[in-house]
């Protein structure tokens, strides 16, 4: 028996091979099949089974184009109607996988049909636990995300997530190993760690939401406590692994096409395409194609992407590093943006070479801004972080403007001012600069640095939250 887990770090996203006795399943796989079918392939396996735990919201799923390509049949838990072909499992059955088998446990909660999978080993003893987003290493799965799907408010789903985890979870082996579908990191929950998988005993001892002693009410409490609005494009992922979705090869038949500048030129002019570059942000801000918006590929790339792009539709050209363009539509297709149109050929380089228009963000380094700020130069701050971090510590008087909701909060500040722009690193301040820039906010400066240098600088900071302090 093997288990090997295919941990995706910019989704924080765990997908599982199982494969015993030349038979193998995938657990929650991501949407390029390549991966799955070489590493069943050198085992000189066959994928029998395609389990889903949910219908993920933070992604889109391979379980319909990796089920075409390899003849294995999908399987989701109790309730889960699709528009495809698929096994729909009974609470308890299970599949054998060579001398192993997969027991369905299903675990409504985090969605209705979330349901949790346990391995039994060859003597048909519990081994593992493949607990989607049910339970995660630290914390578990948030109950608010199929509240419009369902009509049943996040009290309810919390309460069947309580029910779920007594009954069916926690009266597994302590050495049940606990295999999740995500880790810190992911919008799917609030207090991720950021280990990939633990026992179930350790978890009991360890997992706030496990505490023995803990009633049904106050569980509800604590997990719908300090909940975030969810990103838009979750609902759109969860559509898409429901109904289906087009083949991931035309997909990336379609973005992975090279355009020469004027080419490139063109296209944008004739499509309204978004053009994202996804180069380092200390490169895009010296030059940029004018309106284009930078989300950095090296960052959370697919995330941000879900976050600030709003219709799921939207045609995009890229802009790239040389030998990253495939790279990039995929990992835009993991999250639904399926309409990637083609990429410069050459990079940026090219564009600069044939002499096309450019455009620039200012930029200024720590001690720089520091430097300003003492000065009295800087008097309009604009944090971009998390809400959670500018409350846990900000510069005084600057005011939140969270990355997240800058689409939603960016008519609330002044196309006539001048704003500095920070966040921890110079990372996300760069994607908002770039996105307000756009949008014809031309008097934006960058703070290109690392927010742990303000205090030992000498700049003011506080954990007070105070109302003035908010972009509201």
Known sequence: MKIEQIYTGCLAQGAYYIESNGEAAIIDPLRETGPYIERAHQDHATIKYIFETHFHADFV??????????????????????????????????FPIGRVSIEVLHTPG????????????????????????????????RPDLAQKATGLTQEDLAGWLFDSLRKKVMTLPDDVIVYPAHGAGSACGKN??????????????????LRADMTKAEF???????????????????????????????VMERGAHPLSPDEFEAMANETGALIMDVRE????IQGFIPNSIFIGIDGGFAPWVGALVPDIQQEILIVAPEGREEETVMRLARVG????????????????????????????????FVERWKAGKA????????????????????KSLPLDFLNLQMEEISRDQEYYLHCRTGYRSTVAASILKARGFDKLINVIGNFDDFAPAGLPLTDYVCPSTLVK
Request: glycine letters at 10%; aromatic letters at 10%; a negative charge.
């Open 337 to 368: 943006y399926d309409n990637a149109i083609g990429y410069l050929k050459g990079g940026f380089a090219a564009w600069k070479a044939a002499g096309k228009e450019m455009d620039t963000i200012m930029a200024i380094d720590t001690p720089v």
């Open 192 to 209: 991720m760690s950021s280990e990939t998988w633990d026992t179930l005993g350790h978890q009991k001892k360890t997992n706030y939401a």
């Open 61 to 94: 799923s391979g379980h319909i184009d990796l089920a075409r390509k390899s003849g294995a049949e999908i399987v989701f838990g109790p309730t889960a109607k699709t528009d495809f072909e698929k096994i729909e499992a009974t609470d308890g059955q299970r």
């Open 379 to 398: 008097e309009k701050v604009l944090d971009v972080r998390k809400p959670g971090e500018f409350a846990g510590e900000h510069l005084d008087k600057a």
């Open 281 to 284: 942000n200390t490169e895009f």
């Open 220 to 250: 509800i409490e604590e997990v719908t406590t300090g909940l975030l609005a969810p990103p838009q494009y979750f609902a759109k992922n969860a559509a898409l692994n429901k109904k289906g979705y087009e083949s991931i090869d035309v």
């Open 110 to 141: 985090h969605t209705p049909e979330s349901t949790c999978y346990l391995l039994r080993d060859e003597d048909g003893k519990p081994n593992a636990l493949f607990s989607g987003d049910t339970l995660f290493i630290g914390d578990v799965g």
